[in-house]
């Protein structure tokens, strides 16, 4: 039995230890609400979950329009 929070999972024959830890507690894991960029926070202290979501629609679409252009542009120049 393992009494120190550390875990033991074996893989390949080999023994490895994963230590649990509580990211509350660590202090460059805290989360720091000083970090949230301006646009991101409500006026509550909270995140702006809405306009999160679209800077993620509106990347993944900036992201989707740059590979097909990459895609074609051989098509364009030939």
Known sequence: MIA??????FQDG???AR???NDAQIPHLAPDHGSI??????GQG???VH????DQMR????????FFSFLLKPLRQG
Request: glycine share 10%.
């Open 37 to 42: 960029p301006h646009r991101y926070q409500n």
């Open 59 to 66: 990347a993944q679409r900036d992201c989707v329009r740059a």
């Open 19 to 21: 230590q649990d830890n």
């Open 51 to 54: 306009q999160v979501q679209r």
């Open 4 to 9: 120190s929070g550390e875990a033991q999972y």
């Open 46 to 48: 909270g995140i702006d």
């Open 14 to 16: 080999g023994l490895l």
